[in-house]
């Protein structure tokens, strides 16, 4: 795919993805830290960011090394991450990338118009 966004030279596909692939992660490694197994991690509302002792992030990074790099990350958006990537995880065989997920919704919501359209164009309404 060559597609460019407007007036720039980078290439939107791979640098949507990418990017939608490293938020998503960070957003993922931040819920589990606030989820229900994780002990000891707040969130500061004010300065949008993960809270706890330094013993406990010391404890969590031993277990989770790709996390380390999240102390004092601000993640101003995480509310709407929140909203975009949700909590359910796919797992295995269930798994879809972001790009063909969006893809089968539209094709699923195109099928449903013309179906509607074919009943009602039956009388079928």
Request: aromatic share 10%; with cysteine; proline share 1%.
């Amino acid at each position: 795919m060559v597609e460019k966004i407007t007036n720039c030279q980078i290439k939107d596909i791979p640098h949507i993805q990418s990017k939608m692939w490293l938020l998503q992660s960070q957003y993922r490694k931040v819920a589990e830290m606030l989820g229900h197994f994780a002990f000891g991690f707040g969130w500061d509302d004010m300065n949008k960011c993960v809270t706890c002792e330094v013993g406990v992030w010391n404890g969590w990074v031993k277990g989770h090394l790709a996390t380390a790099g999240l102390k004092n990350k601000l993640f101003v958006h995480f509310d709407k991450l929140a909203i975009i990537f949700g909590k359910d995880r796919a797992t295995k065989e269930r798994v879809e990338a972001l790009t063909n997920a969006v893809e089968n919704i539209e094709s699923e919501e195109v099928a449903a118009r013309a179906t509607s359209d074919a009943f009602n164009g039956l009388g079928c309404e």
